[in-house]
């Protein structure tokens, strides 16, 4: 008999197929994510042994509480865990896995898209572009501010913060880091620590965020924070939106004491901040730092195997907590 399965969220159809094949399996229908009451009622009539969401869901201590006994594994396709109250998951015996390493090198590229974009104004072109051009535009117009051999900060210097590292220096870029704590100097790749995120700020041209939301992160880049950067710095956030003080970011790109900012990810999804839409200094996307075809498959499969690994009494192999 196969395990059952309730797969709450929107999968690439590999990975559906997959769970399908591998599983009894109620698989998520419509256009958006199953909530939280719909996984609970889901597995309750399924009487699910396993569930796997994304991000979107919000499993929270009330909707772990609900969850049928039957359900012993629940995996999130995403590496960020902050949709998931842990110490409740922890207190009912739940376990919960996540999907780091596959997402990391995809992750990165995005971020340094989203920087290279920010920089060099892409979403402005494209603008000009889509509106037919026909104008000659003049030598001192509509500039970008040069990326290669500046200096980057990164908050978080975890897989995705390296990562993002390793692409930075190939543009000859000076590379800064605050995480919680120092990297052994191996990891470091000649990128220098500060201990406070603070001090590390008026070095840098751009900052890039790689740090969990929680609430050691919160608004940690605030109107404090932003006054710190050096004058038309660039901000690239495709961690999570709970970092960011929105208002104190929106202040400083209409200032314009920020040249720009890339932002894949905000502070309430997917109902975001329009005011952001109005900037011509942004490029936004919905939260898909992770959206490579191979990657998203990766992600899916990462969870399946981790359900699988639970359910054969293997242990899992990404447990949020040993
Ligand atoms: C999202 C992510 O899951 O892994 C994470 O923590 O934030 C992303 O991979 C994905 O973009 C869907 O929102």
């Not at 889509?130 to 509509?142: S, T």
């Not at 006054?227 to 709970?242: D, T």
Request: charged share 20%; glycine share 8%.
């Amino acid at each position: 008999m196969p395990s059952r399965l309730v797969l709450a969220a929107l999968m690439p159809s590999d990975v559906v197929t997959r769970a399908r094949e591998e599983f009894d399996a109620v698989v998520v229908e419509g256009k958006d994510d199953m909530t939280a009451a719909q996984v609970i009622e889901a597995a309750v009539a399924h009487r699910a042994d396993a569930i796997m969401f994304s991000n979107t869901l919000p499993l929270t201590a009330d909707a772990i509480g609900q969850l049928p006994p039957s359900v012993r594994v629940g995996a999130t396709s995403s590496v960020g865990y902050d949709h998931i109250d842990v110490a409740a998951a922890k207190a009912r015996g739940l376990i919960v896995t996540n999907t780091p390493d596959v997402l990391t090198e995809c992750t990165a590229d995005f971020a340094f898209m989203m920087l290279l974009a920010a920089a060099r104004r892409a979403y402005h072109y494209d603008k000009i572009m889509r509106a037919g051009w026909r104008y000659r535009i003049g030598q001192g117009e509509l500039l970008g501010v040069r990326v290669t051999g500046k200096t980057l900060g990164i908050l978080g210097m975890g897989r995705i913060g390296r990562a993002v590292a390793q692409r930075a220096r190939g543009f000859n870029m000076t590379v800064m880091y605050h995480s919680r704590n120092r990297l052994p100097v191996q990891l470091e790749q000649g990128a220098r620590y500060f201990a406070s995120f603070l001090d590390m700020l008026p070095h840098c041209d751009f900052l890039s965020l790689h740090a969990p939301a929680g609430s050691a992160t919160d608004k940690i880049v605030n109107a404090e924070a932003l006054a710190k950067l050096k004058p038309g710095a660039v901000l690239v956030n495709v961690s999570r939106g709970g970092l960011v003080d929105e208002d104190a970011l929106i202040d400083a790109l209409s200032s314009g004491r920020l040249f720009a900012a890339g932002l894949d990810v905000f502070r309430s999804e997917p109902d975001y901040d329009m005011r952001f839409a109005a900037l011509d200094n942004v490029i936004l996307s919905p939260h898909i730092g992770s959206g490579s075809i191979e990657t998203r498959n990766a992600m899916g499969f990462r969870a399946l195997d981790n359900i699988a690994a639970v359910l054969a009494g293997k242990g899992p192999i990404d447990p949020l907590w040993t």
